[in-house]
């Protein structure tokens, strides 16, 4: 049998199956195929109501990047005779370098708030989006871990803890007179723009991730609709893609921190760099100037 004959073989098996599967979905009652979307498992406690199975979800992803930590702190401060990093070590200084790296080229030097918020950021969003991919949806009814992040209460939070931060470090920069005089520029009839546009940075930031995450959450319930024999294919094939989806985003969220962090402190340090160096071209001057008028020595006669 030819490699051509394996290919067509499997071309036409694989049709067959996709047909058989469209036919029994097609018979299967309509009321179990509905996708119910934003469901949560809710308790009522002083009139607030709290979604308990986001609340299990960040509490096991925050855990999993603790244990994490601690892991890679042992790793790192164990002696051994070959000397030879572990592969979790070998992730975690990656991640880790990569960042200090985006924050020293946006910031300067590395700061020692924004980056560790930053790699924190990065690992408890790239954990809590891949709780989706492991498989504890026991039905429809019941998820015991869907992804934290597929809820806006928490993109909201990690968004509200990021530009609280922003804040805070652009006022420590530059006194609050300084960071509020560039919502007036560069002119001032752009301030309510600037303002608007340092409200509207929370929301798009909590809302790309919910967004994407939330769209694979729809994706994997939709695949859980086919038949369970060809349910596998496009199951493994999402999940894989999730996964780099999940990470991409967790890093997109990282890195916008990142960014806003220089964006709060831009211009700081400019007037004072420009002193320094007048101060020196000052000095330099009057350096010549007093050489200059030194006596020249008269030869003996």
């Given at each position: ?9 499997a ?24 996708i ?6 809710t308790?009522?406690v ?11 979800s ?25 000397h030879?990093p ?5 992730v975690?200084?990656?991640?880790v ?10 910031l ?5 708030y924004?980056?560790p ?5 990065f ?11 492991l ?21 909201y ?9 922003v ?11 300084g ?10 009839v ?5 303002v ?7 929301i ?19 695949i859980?609709l ?5 349910m596998?294919a496009?199951?493994?094939?999402w999940k894989?893609f ?5 990470a991409?985003q ?11 962090f ?14 320094d ?6 000095d330099h001057?009057g ?6 008028v ?5 030869p003996?006669s």
């Amino acid at each position: 049998m030819t490699l051509r004959n394996v290919r067509n073989a499997a071309l036409v098996l694989a049709v067959v199956f996709i047909l058989v599967g469209f036919v029994l979905t097609a018979t299967e009652d309509h009321e179990k195929a509905e996708i119910t979307i934003g469901e949560h498992v809710t308790r009522t406690v002083g009139g607030l109501t709290f979604n308990i199975d986001t609340i299990i979800s960040t509490l096991v992803a925050g855990a999993v990047v603790v244990l994490l930590g601690f892991l890679a702190r042992r790793a790192l401060t164990k002696n051994t005779e070959d000397h030879v990093p572990t592969k979790l070590q070998l992730v975690w200084e990656a991640v880790v370098g990569e960042v200090n790296k985006q924050v020293e080229d946006n910031l300067g030097k590395v700061h020692p708030y924004a980056a560790p918020l930053a790699i924190s950021l990065f690992f408890f969003i790239l954990i809590a989006n891949w709780l989706e991919i492991l498989p504890t949806e026991l039905n429809h009814d019941v998820h015991l871990l869907p992804a934290p992040t597929a809820d806006t209460n928490l993109t909201y939070a990690l968004a509200l803890v990021t530009i609280v931060s922003v804040w805070v470090y652009g006022i420590r920069q530059k006194s609050l007179k300084g960071y509020l005089r560039h919502f007036f520029e560069p002119f001032p009839v752009m301030f309510p723009l600037n303002v608007l546009e340092e409200l509207i940075k929370p929301i798009t930031l909590a809302l790309r991730l919910f967004g994407n995450i939330f769209a694979g959450g729809i994706m994997l319930a939709l695949i859980t609709l086919m038949p369970v024999y060809i349910m596998w294919a496009p199951n493994v094939l999402w999940k894989g893609f999730d996964m780099a989806i999940g990470a991409i985003q967790a890093f997109i969220f990282a890195l916008l921190t990142v960014l806003y962090f220089a964006m709060a402190g831009a211009g700081h340090g400019d007037d004072h760099g420009h002193d320094d160096e007048g101060a020196d071209h000052d000095d330099h001057v009057g350096h010549d100037e007093a050489a200059s008028v030194e006596p020249t020595p008269v030869p003996a006669s």
